[in-house]
Structures are given as structure tokens and as C-alpha cells.
């Protein structure tokens, strides 16, 4: 053990001695050429003048040899951090591809303004997120076409297996088919919905836009749903202006059609419904309101998405799929227009239509 201690001094003292022999004979070297230049001064002052080069000397190589480890190990830590990085964002682009969206990318200061390192980190944090929660929505979508398609058919096979039984009466036998007769349609309109609001999304609907009669439009939808409000014995106010509009008519048809539907289906026996159709300098709007049963200020917020039901009780009584009013927002908006929803429960409710021309 002393042996190795001693050792070890040994080599210190070549470590540390070589320079300071180095250090001293250089500094020596410039005292001299010094004094050749300026001659020599007393022995006294020539010994200081050889000692301070000396240590002038050596504190700049240790400096210089200070500046030098530290610029080699911040390159090689900076290497090593951007290493890391790589391999991170590697795993998690591999992790992404493979359908895996739970994935967060640290960032860090590599101060390098031109690649900048943050903001790529930053970028595929937020494309993890936005693929997570469309991933969220694409599962909650086949959930609920899912159970809505499973409702129906579960109706139509279990009255079909009913409709076998020979002894049914007539009355009864009636009744059943009435009930896969409506299944029917409810899948039937499912199916045309889901249709329609894909070629929306997907922009494989063509716009076509011409002139024609807003209020005229209008109309046709009232009496297109008049079996059902007269059987209700509904009392409409109807105030249209007559004017001319630009868009898409076919589009348009599928908004008033589906806003008048729900009032009528919503609004009580001996209710009422008013519609209102007027325009300004810059826009045209229509009014629709009911006496009905009204919507929670909760379940406004969310009454535009697809398959949001804002009573799960009344569904399978009053019919529907939550797809009708996301399809009248779709064409709305691609009128580049806005609908305002008005509502308290028990009070009825107003949607506002506004179309810019």
C-alpha cells in the first residue's frame, strides 16, 4: 500500500513538475530576450523579472489548457444530449406508428437557432396529442353507430321471430310489422345520414351554388312535414320575406327539413312553432321556435355533435341518431354561416340560421 502511495506521488510529481520546469525555462527564455533588448538590470531584479514570466507563463497554460478540456466536454455533453434527443424522437415516431399516442418528448436548450431542437420536440407533442384524441373520437364513433345500429335490428329480429307464432291475432300481427317498419326506417335514415355527413367531411359533395327562393324553400319543407304537425295540432306562425339567396339549394333543403322535424317532434299537443325568415345589408337569417320541452344550457354545448342525445330517455320514443343537427351545422358552416342555439328546459327552443350574400 505505501509502496503504491508512493508511486503515485511519483507520477504527480512528473505531472506537475515537467510543466513548472517547462513553464520556469520559458519564462526565463523571455526574461532574456527582454533584457537583450533593454539590458540587464541587477541580479536581484533579473532573478524577479525571470520568476514573473514565469508564473505569467504557466498561469496562461493552465488556462489555456482549462479553456480547452471545457470546450471538448461541453461539445462532447451537447453531443451526447443531442444523441438522446434522437433516440427519444426515434422511439417515439416508432411508438406512433405503431398506434401507440401516449408519448411526451422532454425538451431541452441545445442553443442552436437554426435547428432548433424545442420547437421539432414541441411539433410531435402536439401530433401525439391531436392523433390521441382523434383516435378517442373514432373509437366513441363505432361505439355509437355500433349501438345504434344494434337497437333496431335487435327490434326487427326479435318481432320477425314473434310474427312466426300462428295463433298471433290480427291486431297484434299489425303491430309487429309497424314496429320493423319503423326499425327499418330508423336504420334506413341512420345509414343516409352517416352517408351524407362523410361526403361532407371528406369534401366529396360538390358546392353548387345558384339563385333561388329562400322563402319558397321554406315553405316546401312546412308542407312537406304538415301530416306531422296537424296530426299534433300545432299552431304555426310563419313570417318569410320574400328573397333571393345564393348557395347550395339541395344543401340548404336538408337544414330547414331537419330544424322543422325536431320542432314539430319536440313541441307538445297544441303547441306552437314560429319561423321567421328577414335580412339585413349583410346577411339573411331565419328563425325556428318551438313551445317544446326545451334544452339544458349543459347539453347545448355539446348538441352539435354527432350522436349527442340530450335526453337518453326520450330517444327510442321520439326516434333519431344524434346525426341531424351535426349535418345542419356542417352545411352551415359551409355556407360559411353561423346557428346560435336559444333554450331553457320546459320553455321551448330557438335556433337561429344567418347566412352571409
Known amino acids: 500500500m505505501r509502496e503504491e502511495q ?3 506521488r511519483v507520477v504527480s510529481g512528473f505531472i506537475w513538475g515537467i510543466p513548472l520546469i517547462c513553464c520556469f525555462f520559458a519564462g526565463y527564455g523571455l526574461a532574456e530576450l527582454l533584457f537583450s533588448a533593454t539590458g540587464r538590470p541587477a541580479a536581484l531584479w533579473a532573478y524577479i523579472v525571470s520568476i514573473f514570466f514565469s508564473v505569467i507563463v504557466f498561469i496562461g497554460t493552465v488556462a489555456l489548457i482549462f479553456l480547452m478540456y471545457h470546450r471538448v466536454f461541453k461539445k462532447r455533453g451537447k453531443n451526447n444530449r443531442r444523441n438522446n434527443f434522437v433516440n427519444e424522437m426515434m422511439d417515439a415516431l416508432n411508438k406512433i406508428a405503431q398506434g401507440n399516442f401516449d408519448v411526451l418528448i422532454s425538451t431541452t436548450d441545445f442553443d442552436m437557432p437554426i435547428n432548433d431542437f424545442n420547437e421539432l420536440a414541441k411539433s410531435v407533442n402536439k401530433v401525439a396529442k391531436e392523433l390521441s384524441s382523434m383516435e378517442n373520437l373514432r373509437q366513441d364513433f363505432i361505439s355509437n353507430v355500433s349501438h345504434e345500429i344494434q337497437s333496431p335490428l335487435t ?3 326479435g318481432f320477425a321471430a314473434l310474427l312466426k307464432n300462428e295463433s298471433l291475432s290480427t291486431e297484434q300481427r299489425s303491430h309487429y310489422l309497424d314496429v320493423i317498419e319503423t326499425e327499418s326506417k330508423r336504420l334506413s335514415k341512420l345509414s343516409d345520414n352517416l352517408l351524407k355527413l362523410s361526403a361532407l367531411e371528406s369534401d366529396d359533395t360538390s358546392f353548387i351554388s345558384h339563385e333561388f327562393r329562400l322563402d319558397k324553400q321554406i315553405e316546401s319543407a312546412l308542407l312537406m312535414l304538415e301530416p306531422q304537425w296537424t296530426e299534433k295540432n300545432i299552431n304555426l306562425d310563419v313570417s318569410l320575406e320574400k328573397l333571393t339567396f345564393m348557395g347550395d339549394e339541395e344543401l340548404l333543403t336538408q337544414v330547414w327539413v331537419n330544424l322543422l322535424h325536431n320542432a ?8 306552437s312553432i314560429n319561423i321567421t325568415l328577414a335580412e339585413n345589408e349583410n346577411a339573411v337569417y331565419c328563425k325556428i321556435a318551438d313551445s317544446g320541452i326545451g334544452i339544458s344550457e349543459e347539453d347545448q354545448i355539446h348538441i352539435f355533435e354527432r350522436f349527442y342525445k ?27 354561416g353561423k346557428i346560435e342555439i ?7 327552443t330557438e335556433f337561429i340560421i344567418t347566412l352571409p350574400h
Open 155 to 157: 327490434s326487427i329480429s
Open 264 to 271: 314539430v317532434k319536440f313541441t307538445p299537443t297544441d303547441g
Open 342 to 348: 336559444k333554450s331553457m328546459p320546459q320553455k321551448g
Open 310 to 336: 340530450a335526453d337518453k330517455s326520450r330517444d327510442r320514443s321520439l326516434g333519431g341518431n344524434g346525426l341531424g343537427l351535426s349535418l345542419v351545422k356542417k352545411i352551415v358552416d359551409m355556407h360559411k
Open 6 to 8: 508512493k508511486n503515485t
